[in-house]
């Protein structure tokens, strides 16, 4: 099993920055690919960025492009979103979680490991 805690999260004005961090404990592994995934209120989870095992390859939805910045440290087992420029529709839970393969995917049913979510708020 493969733990995942998520940190970083907060409330914090429009036009500002937070990181978010992804712990990984267990029987972790640095070839997973790690996800970010955000749900608001009243709505579906949607996929915000996505990195594979080795970090050779990355993505990001288009809400995300120009302002957030996924990496990892496979040294330390996290996984970090930095998210500048943050905007109100920003305002969700962020998790983060694991495929148990190198390659990212856009699929949520493939990410095997989930942690439990961290709240990030953007006010006007």
């Known amino acids: 099993q493969v733990q995942l805690v998520e940190s970083g999260g907060g409330l914090v004005q429009a036009g500002g920055s937070l990181r978010l961090s992804c712990a990984a404990s267990?029987?972790?592994?640095?070839?997973?690919?790690m996800g970010w995934f955000r749900q608001a209120p009243g709505k579906e989870r949607e996929v915000v960025a996505a990195?594979?095992?080795?970090?050779?390859?990355?993505y990001l939805a288009d809400s995300a492009k120009g302002r957030f910045t996924i990496s990892r440290d496979n040294a330390k087992n996290t996984a970090y979103l930095q998210m500048n420029s943050l905007k109100p529709e920003d305002t969700a839970v962020y998790s983060c979680?694991?495929?148990?393969?190198?390659?990212?995917?856009?699929?949520?049913?493939?990410?095997?490991?989930w942690g439990q979510g961290t709240q990030v708020t953007v006010s006007s």
């Open positions: 979680a694991a495929t148990a393969g190198l390659i990212w995917t856009l699929n949520l049913r493939e990410y095997v490991y």
């Open positions: 267990g029987r972790t592994s640095s070839w997973y690919a």
């Open positions: 990195i594979s095992g080795d970090s050779r390859s990355a």
